[in-house]
């Protein structure tokens, strides 16, 4: 059974500061991940998408890194903002006919300060 | 492109009562998935729809089941309501089976009272 891992929970940085999130996973054999952002009480925002033949995805000042060996992504946002403040949680997705469903982790709440 | 829609945004029920929830996919999508986020929990997986079909279930009971329409639209149906059903549905939508990028609606908060 594929599990997701996210820490920390929480996260308050200043603004300005460059920051890392990690996201981990006990089944290497994804078929792509996604990181996510989500606001409180609304639905989830795709941030990057990378494939399991992908390294890296970048959009932005977002960057997202993947090491399926590891069972390891990061999402490094650069220049953080008091608009990046949300919920980031990160999915996979296996590597499995019949089996084509995100599997999320909790979360890690990220506040920007001013 | 108006992305997925969901409705209604919000709903009460009481115990026992039935509910249905409704999703309209992105343009040019044909797949819909269902997931059911409990507070500070990650979305869990329900079920997903392709060619009007369920394809595929995620660990939730009969009490849960869906429908989609010739239009790709999709309905998710709850019976007999529990305290712990309440949480927050979501919808996303792909193309071409799951596999590729999912997109989300912006949700129907359920609360069970």
């Known amino acids: 059974k594929q599990e997701v891992t996210q820490i920390p929970a929480a996260l308050s940085v200043p603004e300005g500061e460059n920051l890392v999130l990690n996201c981990s996973f006990t089944d290497s054999a994804i078929y792509n991940l996604q990181w996510f952002r989500q606001d409180p009480g609304k639905g989830l925002t795709s941030l990057l998408l990378?494939?399991?033949?992908?390294r890296e995805q970048t959009s932005g000042r977002l960057n997202a890194s993947l090491d399926k060996s590891s069972g390891r992504s990061t999402l490094y946002i650069a220049a953080s903002q008091p608009g990046d403040s949300a919920t980031y949680l990160c999915a996979v997705m296996l590597y499995n006919f019949g089996n084509e469903k995100l599997t999320f982790g909790t979360g890690t709440r990220l506040t920007i300060i001013p | 492109d108006a992305g997925v829609t969901q409705s209604p945004t919000h709903l009460i029920k009481t115990r026992g009562q039935q509910v249905t929830l409704r999703c309209s996919p992105k343009?040019?999508?044909?797949?819909v998935s269902w997931y059911q986020q409990a507070l500070g929990q990650g979305p869990q997986f329900i079920f997903q729809y392709y060619e009007e079909e369920e394809r595929q279930r995620g660990n939730f009971p009969d009490r849960f089941s869906g429908h989609q329409f010739p239009n790709y639209s999709s309905e998710l149906n709850v019976n007999a309501l529990l305290l712990g059903d309440s949480a927050l549905y979501l919808c996303?939508?792909?193309?071409?089976?799951?596999?590729?990028?999912?997109?989300f609606g912006p949700g129907t908060r359920l609360t069970v009272l």
């Open positions: 343009s040019g999508h044909d797949t």
């Open positions: 996303a939508s792909s193309y071409d089976g799951g596999w590729n990028e999912q997109f």
């Open positions: 990378i494939q399991s033949s992908q």
